[in-house]
């Protein structure tokens, strides 16, 4: 199995600053074939289902703000949150969907300072 | 845009079987573009993928309840479903259907249920 890890477990950041979440796969997620990283990000809020937010590493899905972005490449990602806005506060986990069984990261707490 | 719901009891009694049935809507379940997933979060955790189905009834399970899990499509019904066997306290959390588009070999999830929650208990 793939084992994602996030870091941090929890992070604390200002309104209107950058947030920076981590997250580092075992092994490769990265398809030479076709240069796509199989890496999603989700945003998750009590009482509500996972959102998907970034698919293939970097690609925002639609409907979701441009102050969101992923970057990285194999098997060290980022999720940036530009400017944190109130309605940004959930929890936060990677996933690869390279190879069953897809996995999670453990998941990254958001508040407000 | 495919629309998943998730029913089934809320309780469960350890050492018996959890049932799960997930209908979807404005997509038909014989879609050759997903495959129909499972995902658990216990109180306090984190998400867990629990497996998948295809339209052909091929799965794929997370080796770490493999022994237990069962899941199934129903076309006539346009649902599929979740069975897990000899639940324990461990096995409770709230449980997610998605819908997982194949794209590119692999299998994004776009769409969620709502989540219900199972709770194990006597």
């Known amino acids: 199995d793939i084992v994602m890890t996030q870091s941090p477990d929890f992070l604390a950041v200002s309104l209107g600053e950058r947030a920076t979440i981590s997250c580092k796969s075992s092994?490769?997620?990265?398809?030479?074939?076709?240069?796509?990283?199989?890496l999603a990000w989700y945003q998750h809020k009590p009482g509500q289902p996972p959102k998907l937010l970034i698919y293939?590493?970097?690609t925002r899905e639609s409907g979701v703000p441009d102050r969101f972005s992923g970057s990285g490449s194999g098997t060290d990602f980022t999720l940036t949150i530009s400017s944190l806005q109130p309605e940004d506060v959930a929890d936060y986990y990677c996933?690869?969907?390279?190879?069953?069984?897809?996995?999670f990261g453990q998941g990254t707490k958001l508040e407000i300072k | 845009q495919v629309q998943l719901q998730e029913s089934g009891p809320g309780l469960v009694k350890p050492s018996q079987t959890l049932s799960l049935t997930c209908t979807v809507s404005?997509?038909?379940?014989?879609?050759?573009?997903?495959?129909w997933t499972w995902v658990r979060q216990p109180a306090g955790k984190g998400l867990e993928w629990i497996g998948q189905?295809?339209?052909?009834?091929?799965?794929n399970y997370n080796p770490s309840l493999t022994s237990r899990v069962t899941m199934s499509v129903d076309a006539s019904r346009n649902h599929f479903s979740l069975e897990l066997t000899s639940v324990t306290a461990a096995d409770t959390a709230v449980y997610y259907c998605?819908?997982?588009?194949?794209?590119?070999?692999?299998?994004?999830?776009?769409?969620w249920g709502q989540g219900t929650l199972v709770t194990v208990s006597s």
């Open positions: 998605a819908g997982g588009l194949i794209v590119f070999g692999g299998v994004i999830f776009y769409n």
């Open positions: 996933q690869q969907y390279d190879s069953a069984p897809y996995t």
């Open positions: 189905v295809y339209t052909t009834g091929r799965t």
């Open positions: 404005g997509g038909s379940i014989s879609s050759e573009s997903y495959y």
């Open positions: 092994q490769s997620v990265l398809y030479s074939s076709n240069n796509k990283n199989y």
């Open positions: 293939w590493a970097s």
